[in-house]
C-alpha cells in the first residue's frame, strides 16, 4: 500500500496482560522502525528491521518485547506481561532504504495499561 | 542523556510572519537532519531534511539552517499559516536510526 498501516489503532490490557501491535509497511520499503512515544514528549526507538532481519534492537527491553517482520505478514511488536508504564503511542515507520531517506511513519498505535 | 534538544516547547506566531524553530544537538555523529510535522491522532509526517555537509536546504515556504559548529539546526517557515499550527520534531540521523527531540508546538494565529 501507499501509506503505512497499524492496527489497532487504540488497545487496552490489563497490567500483565499481552499486547500485539501490527505494522505494515509501504510496498517496496524494506526497512521498518518502531518507536515508542510516552507523554507526547519524546520518540524513544525500540528496533528496527531490513526485510524480515532485525537491524538495530538496542532499543529494546529484551525482557517483555519481541518483534518480527515475516515476508508476506505485518510487522508485529509483542509486549508480553505488559506494565503500567507501557502505556504510550507505538510508531511504526518505513523507508526505502535506511533512514536518511525519508521515513514514512504509521497513524500509531495508544496502548493503555490498566 | 538527549542528544537532540528542542528548548521551546510552544513557540506562537502571527499568520504571515515567520515562524523560526530551533534545535541543538549533541553527537557529532549525525549524517543527516530532518524536520517532522506531527498533528493530534496522526503519525509524524515528514517536512524537510538536510545534509550534515550543508548549510541550507530550501523547499517552498520551509528553509532549514545548519550550523555544524554550534550544533544547531533551525526550522524557518515563512510566511506562517493557520495550517502551519501542529508539533514540530526535529531528528538526527546516524547508523540507520533516527534520533527525535521533544517537540515544539507551533500555533499560528490568524
Known amino acids: 500500500g501507499e501509506e503505512v498501516a497499524q492496527t489497532p489503532k487504540h488497545l487496552v490490557r490489563g497490567e500483565g496482560q499481552k499486547a500485539k501491535l501490527y505494522c505494515a509497511p509501504i510496498?517496496?520499503?524494506?526497512?521498518v522502525f518502531w518507536y515508542q512515544q510516552v507523554l507526547k514528549n519524546e520518540f524513544k526507538f525500540l528496533i528496527s528491521?531490513?526485510?524480515?532481519?532485525?537491524?538495530?534492537e538496542t532499543g529494546m527491553p529484551k525482557e517483555r518485547f519481541s518483534a518480527k517482520c515475516l515476508p508476506n505478514s505485518p510487522c508485529s511488536l509483542e509486549i508480553q506481561a505488559t506494565k503500567l508504564e507501557d502505556s504510550a503511542v507505538y510508531f511504526c515507520?518505513?523507508?526505502?532504504?535506511?533512514?536518511?531517506?525519508?521515513?514514512?511513519f504509521g497513524q500509531g498505535t495508544r496502548l493503555t495499561v490498566v | 542523556d538527549q542528544q537532540v534538544k528542542q528548548n521551546s516547547p510552544s513557540l506562537s506566531v502571527q499568520e504571515g510572519r515567520i515562524s523560526i524553530l530551533n534545535c541543538d544537538y549533541t553527537?557529532?555523529?549525525?549524517?543527516?537532519f530532518l524536520w517532522y510535522k506531527k498533528y493530534p491522532a496522526e503519525g509524524p509526517t515528514f517536512l524537510i531534511s538536510?545534509?550534515?555537509?550543508?548549510d541550507k536546504n530550501e523547499d517552498g515556504r520551509f528553509t532549514v539552517f545548519l550550523n555544524k559548529s554550534a550544533k544547531h539546526l533551525s526550522l524557518h517557515i515563512v510566511p506562517s499559516q493557520p495550517g502551519d499550527s501542529a508539533v514540530y520534531f526535529c531528528?538526527?540521523?546516524?547508523?540507520?536510526?533516527?534520533?527525535f527531540g521533544g517537540g515544539t508546538r507551533l500555533m499560528v494565529k490568524p
Open positions: 515507520a518505513s523507508t526505502r532504504g535506511g533512514i536518511t531517506t525519508e521515513a514514512f
Open positions: 510496498k517496496g520499503h524494506s526497512y
Open positions: 528491521f531490513q526485510n524480515e532481519n532485525v537491524f538495530d
Open positions: 553527537n557529532s555523529m549525525f549524517d543527516y
Open positions: 538536510i545534509s550534515s555537509i550543508k
Open positions: 531528528a538526527g540521523s546516524a547508523g540507520n536510526m533516527l534520533t
